[in-house]
Nanobody, 123 residues
Framework: VQLQASGGGLVQAGGSLRLSCVYSGSAFSRLAIGWYRQAPGQQREIVAGISVGDSTNYYRSAAGRFTISRDNAKNTAYLQMHNLKPEDTAVYYC??????????????????WGKGTQVTVSS
């Protein structure tokens, strides 16, 4: 079972990107999903999370610029990013937490990181 992030690329400051996170297992609808990022030399941090009930939370500077969503029929979560800034440059990852894990998306509790997708924002 894996979560695979995609959709990154090179974009100018002020531009937009939409990242996708595809889950290869079952019961996607019963997972909380988080988007995370890790910039060079920095620790991995959570950017946004969405619960099984579609409640959303945003962290750091993502609020007001990023939107997390999910399509349970497609086993896919998305991160729509607008007004990108050079400081958003990072490798972006998605991960999930189930009920047994308390749906806790805290980065320190996450395991089994898949390959992320590189987002580069030029100034």
């Amino acid at each position: 079972v894996q979560l695979q992030a995609s959709g990154g690329g090179l974009v100018q400051a002020g531009g937009s990107l939409r990242l996708s996170c595809v889950y290869s297992g079952s019961a996607f609808s019963r997972l909380a999903i988080g988007w995370y990022r890790q910039a060079p030399g920095q620790q991995r941090e959570i950017v946004a999370g969405i619960s099984v009930g579609d409640s959303t939370n945003y962290y750091r500077s993502a609020a007001g610029r990023f939107t997390i969503s999910r399509d349970n029929a497609k086993n896919t979560a998305y991160l729509q990013m607008h007004n990108l800034k050079p400081e958003d440059t990072a490798v972006y990852y998605c991960n999930a937490a189930n009920e047994r894990e308390g749906w806790d998306l805290d980065v320190d509790g996450m395991r089994n990181w898949g390959k992320g997708t590189q987002v580069t924002v030029s100034s």
